[in-house]
T-cell receptor, first 115, second 108 residues
Framework: SAVISQKPSRDICQRGTSLTIQCQVDSQVTMMFWYRQQPGQSLTLIATANQGSEATYESGFVIDKFPISRPNLTFSTLTVSNMSPEDSSIYLC????????????FGPGTRLTVL | DAKTTQPTSMDCAEGRAANLPCNHSTISGNEYVYWYRQIHSQGPQYIIHGLKNNETNEMASLIITEDRKSSTLILPHATLRDTAVYYCTLYNNNDMRFGAGTRLTVKP
């Protein structure tokens, strides 16, 4: 299993500003994933972050808006840039324990409100 | 795009079995069926997974049809704490995408 922590747990931000969310895992993992969950909705994959390479973004998400860092095998950050109220969501970090059969572990999420 | 379809919501009486269906008619041969649940905006929690055979663990049972086009998650004795959104997903090669899920409400 993997234990994942995220910082901050929640934040209220002004439009036009940026917020960086941190994700820390208690073990080394190759791949980390960032999801967004808008109010009342399911989870949507934003990007996959591999250590030592550029993140891979899903359709509808771009690096300028959601830059990701992956400096080592236990840590990643997601920045939400130039925020608008539409960015108000829960942002979740996830890792896969064993890529062979793929049990995913999720962090507690960061609840972001943009005013 | 989600590859699974589930009922939007279901109710279950406390102490009874909760049977949550999922359709995945376009599943490919190497895709696993996964079930997660999310309790009130916490991070999703793994429940169970399977490929072809039925599976059981301490939380639930997973029944997969022979053609693998649908599955059912069974919570044998639902409690109030099982009230959550249940997601049926397909996994292959580090790709996990979530559908809309089923909101299960367990009632006293």
């Amino acid at each position: 299993s993997a234990v994942i922590s995220q910082k901050p747990s929640r934040d209220i931000c002004q439009r036009g500003t940026s917020l960086t969310i941190q994700c820390q895992v208690d073990s080394q993992v190759t791949m980390m994933f960032w999801y967004r969950q808008q109010p009342g909705q399911s989870l949507t994959l934003i990007a996959t972050a591999n250590q030592g390479s550029e993140a891979t973004y899903e359709s509808g998400f771009v690096i300028d808006k959601f830059p990701i860092s992956r400096p080592n095998l236990t840590f990643s950050t997601l920045t939400v840039s130039n925020m608008s109220p539409e960015d108000s969501s829960i942002y979740l970090c996830s890792v896969v324990g064993d890529p062979t059969w793929g049990q995913f572990f999720f962090g507690p999420g960061t609840r972001l409100t943009v005013l | 795009d989600a590859k699974t379809t589930q009922p939007t919501s279901m109710d279950c009486a406390e102490g009874r079995a909760a049977n949550l269906p999922c359709n995945h008619s376009t599943i490919s041969g190497n895709e696993y069926v996964y079930w997660y649940r999310q309790i009130h905006s916490q991070g999703p929690q793994y429940i169970i997974h399977g490929l072809k055979n039925n599976e059981t663990n301490e939380m639930a049972s997973l029944i997969i049809t022979e053609d693998r086009k649908s599955s059912t998650l069974i919570l044998p004795h639902a409690t109030l704490r099982d009230t959550a959104v249940y997601y049926c997903t397909l996994y292959n090669n580090n790709d996990m995408r979530f559908g809309a899920g089923t909101r299960l409400t367990v009632k006293p």
